[in-house]
């Protein structure tokens, strides 16, 4: 069983950058695995953020944020990104990590999440 871990998270002013890390601490990812970044602000559903192959280029973004969040992994780190840049007050919100095994946005096909780290972007 895979356990993930974010870590990253904290203040930033809006316009400014946070990479988050999403470490695989137990277990490994298969190859086959689809590792994605998810967000949670209060009182509002959990929403799709980014998601990313283990082991191929392919990437998804949401509309809000592309252009601004690229994510990236580091294969022998066992660790998936989440580089935010331009972050707006929208952007405050617990970020999760997650891993599944279908190339999709809809939280309920992810296995394995990780406790989550608070990112706050002061307007």
């Known amino acids: 069983q895979v356990q993930l871990a974010e870590s990253g998270g904290g203040p930033v002013e809006a316009g400014g950058s946070l990479r988050l890390s999403c470490a695989a601490t137990?277990?490994?990812?298969?190859?086959?695995?689809?590792m994605a970044w998810f967000r949670q602000a209060p009182g509002k559903k959990r929403e799709f953020v980014a998601l990313?192959?283990?082991?191929?280029?392919?990437?998804l973004y949401a509309d809000s944020v592309k252009g601004r969040f690229a994510i990236f992994r580091d294969n022998a780190k066992n660790t998936v990104y989440l580089q935010m840049n331009n972050l707006k007050a929208e952007g405050t919100a617990v970020y999760y990590c997650a891993r599944g095994s279908k190339y999709a946005s809809n939280p309920a096909e992810y296995v394995n999440w990780g406790q989550g780290t608070q990112v706050t972007v002061a307007a």
């Open positions: 137990t277990g490994r990812i298969y190859s086959s695995s689809v």
């Open positions: 990313t192959r283990w082991h191929s280029s392919s990437t």
